[in-house]
């Protein structure tokens, strides 16, 4: 996923730091993800199901005897993004990991998070946290600003209201705000493999602190 940033220069006579300037330079931020992440932006509705299939593909192979499996994650996928788009998401990415024969599966989608005017960052942090009452939240501080997670999951084991059976749910959703980004980012991770919570918080946790700007120089 990449963030677009649109940093405006320093006022006439402001102090700048070195990060700052770096920041005022991304063409755009992005994370770094490990093998087996794959992102939709969402920023145009028209390209979404293109991005969907092309995802699809590359997940599953073009193989007659998957047709049936494409098909199935195709729409299950282009409901997610279409969701997630609806919800003001600037990209949503799925992931597949083969780990000792297991695909680990997920989700992360990232949001902009409207901040009111003239909130102090610790003031801001105080009051998302007082938004997810009842999860396990921690704030980190960053060299380039902070990081607040928060942390949920359902049971193993449970069903709908119809009795029917659900997948559990690890859900870590994080606020980060850093130097020479114009918006305070939300990005939430949804996984149902909620035995492996230590190991899938410490790699989304990577995630989410690799976030960084990217200066493209004229070729």
Do not use: C, K
């Not at 920023?43 to 299939?53: K, N």
């Not at 799925?94 to 024969?101: E, I, K, Y």
């Not at 209201?161 to 994080?174: K, M, Q, V």
């Amino acid at each position: 996923m990449e963030a677009e940033n649109d940093v405006e220069p320093a006022a006439d006579g402001a102090a700048v730091t070195p990060d700052e300037v770096f920041g005022a330079a991304a063409t755009h931020w992005a994370f770094v993800y490990p093998n087996g992440w794959w992102s939709v932006p969402l920023e145009d509705a028209e390209r979404i199901e293109d991005r969907v299939r092309d995802v699809v593909v590359r997940r599953l192979g073009r193989r007659d005897d998957r047709a049936r499996a494409r098909r199935e994650a195709r729409e299950h996928l282009s409901r997610a993004a279409h969701g997630a788009a609806d919800e003001g998401a600037l990209g949503i990415t799925v992931f597949s990991m083969d780990v000792a024969g297991i695909a680990i599966t997920g989700t992360m989608a990232v949001f902009p998070y409207e901040v009111g005017a003239g909130s102090e960052p610790d003031e801001l942090v105080a009051r998302i946290a007082r938004s997810v009452a009842g999860a396990d939240v921690d704030r980190r501080t960053l060299p380039d600003g902070w990081v607040l997670r928060a942390v949920r999951q359902s049971e193993i084991e449970r069903t709908d209201a119809d009795g029917n059976p659900e997948l559990p749910e690890l859900r870590a959703d994080y606020w980060t705000e850093r130097v020479g980004l114009d918006r305070i980012l939300q990005v939430s991770f949804t996984t149902p493999f909620v035995p492996l919570r230590d190991g899938m918080l410490e790699l989304f946790d990577a995630i989410v602190v690799s976030l960084h700007p990217v200066v493209r120089g004229d070729r």
